[in-house]
Structures are given as C-alpha cells and as structure tokens.
T-cell receptor, first 112, second 116 residues
Framework: GENVEQHPSTLSVQEGDSAVIKCTYS??????FPWYKQELGKGPQLIID?????GEKKDQRIAVTLNKTAKHFSLHITETQPEDSAVYFC???????????FGPGTRLSVLP | GAVVSQHPSWVICKSGTSVKIECRSL??????MFWYRQFPKQSLMLMAT?????????EQGVEKDKFLINHASLTLSTLTVTSAHPEDSSFYIC????????????FGEGSRLTVL
C-alpha cells in the first residue's frame, strides 16, 4: 500500500521568511496530493492540492510542486506570518473513492 | 470551499454510556466519508470508511461493535461510540469526499470526547 513520509517534523522560521515542507510517496498510481493545515483543536483545512498532470500550483503565498519521477511533492510558504503557525499534513491518494494516506505532519512555528 | 459540519464539537460523558457524533456535508453530496481518531501531537488515524447505503469498512484493530458507523444519506454519516470508557477519550474527526470529478477531501471541525 501507499506510504507517505514527511519532513521535517518541526520547523521554526522567522516571520517573513519562507518555509518548505517535503513529502515522499511510494505508490506510483497515486495521482492527487492535497495539503492540509490544522490549528490546535480544529479539523484539518484543505489549503492547496495538486494533481499528477501538473508540476506546480500556486495560490498567493502558498505553492506546491510535484516531481512524479522522484515521487515527492513539496509545500512552499513565502512571506510567512504568525498565523501560518500550525501543523501541516500532506496526503496522497489514487483518486476518488480511494483512501487518503497522510504524512505524520509538520509543526510549523513562525516567530515574530 | 466546501463545508463539512461535525457535531458536537465536544462532549463529556460517563463511562458506560454511548455517544453519537454527526458529520454532515453541507453543500455537496458525499458518497464516501472517513472517520479518524487523532491522539495529541499525532497524525490522523483512519478508523473506518463510510459508504452511503452500505456497511462501513473498518481498519484493522478498530472494533466495529464499539464504533458504530451509519451513512444513511449522501450528506450524513454518524459515529456512535458505544459503552464508552476513559480510553476512548480522544479527538474524532470526520471527512467527506466531494462526489464530483475532483474527489477533494474536506474535514469536519472535529469532536473532542472525554469519558469520565
């Protein structure tokens, strides 16, 4: 089955700097890769996603890149703000109706 | 984005009682919903996959008689923790797959269960 690894487990950056979180997956049939942000005591919130037919996607300060050959994808947050502090999860799935496999999470702290 | 509503957000109950948690997709139909359990500072642990109109599929190690799941409509799935014990105290989260070509997954707000 699919296995998703995520690094780093914790990340601290200064406000205004960039943050990068990387995930690798094992199942070459996975074709959809979402990223979630989870704040304390809340459910995860979908922040960006990418499909296997695209190499990069950007939404304001957030971007995701995908390397299908190497089976890894990354989340990039630019101009970080204190409100970006949260736990971020990556996930991979083969598609609709299939299970989503999550990474272990990255705790991001943005220091003012 | 799509909205998934989970209720209650927190519940405290006595040991031996049963607790029901509801998960509703508010603006889309969800053929498939997932139920997760999350321990402090850990990732999401899939408990079961809930398919509308059929029996839920439970992950290995999850007691189906203890965690009853019902997915009676395309917008509602419920998780009932039966005869709850303190070790069942946890954060339970549901998610729903949008029944469209996108297949995006959206989460509820989570339910904090405390069993005394």
């Amino acid at each position: 089955g699919e296995n998703v690894e995520q690094h780093p487990s914790t990340l601290s950056v200064q406000e205004g700097d960039s943050a990068v979180i990387k995930c690798t997956y094992s199942d070459s049939a996975s074709n959809y890769f979402p990223w979630y942000k989870q704040e304390l005591g809340k459910g995860p919130q979908l922040i960006i996603d990418i499909r296997s037919n695209v190499g990069e996607k950007k939404d304001q300060r957030i971007a995701v890149t995908l390397n299908k050959t190497a089976k890894h994808f990354s989340l990039h947050i630019t101009e970080t703000q204190p409100e970006d502090s949260a736990v971020y999860f990556c996930a991979a799935t083969r598609g609709y109706g299939q299970n989503f496999v999550f990474g272990p999470g990255t705790r991001l702290s943005v220091l003012p | 984005g799509a909205v998934v509503s989970q209720h209650p957000s927190w519940v405290i109950c006595k040991s031996g009682t049963s607790v029901k948690i509801e998960c509703r997709s508010l603006d889309f139909q969800a053929t498939t919903m997932f139920w997760y359990r999350q321990f402090p500072k850990q990732s999401l642990m899939l408990m079961a996959t809930s398919n509308e109109g059929s029996k839920a599929t439970y992950e290995q190690g999850v007691e189906k008689d203890k965690f009853l799941i019902n997915h009676a409509s395309l917008t509602l799935s419920t998780l009932t923790v039966t005869s709850a014990h303190p070790e069942d105290s946890s954060f339970y989260i549901c998610s729903a797959v949008r029944s469209a070509n996108t297949g995006e997954l959206f989460f509820g707000e989570g339910s904090r269960l405390t069993v005394l």
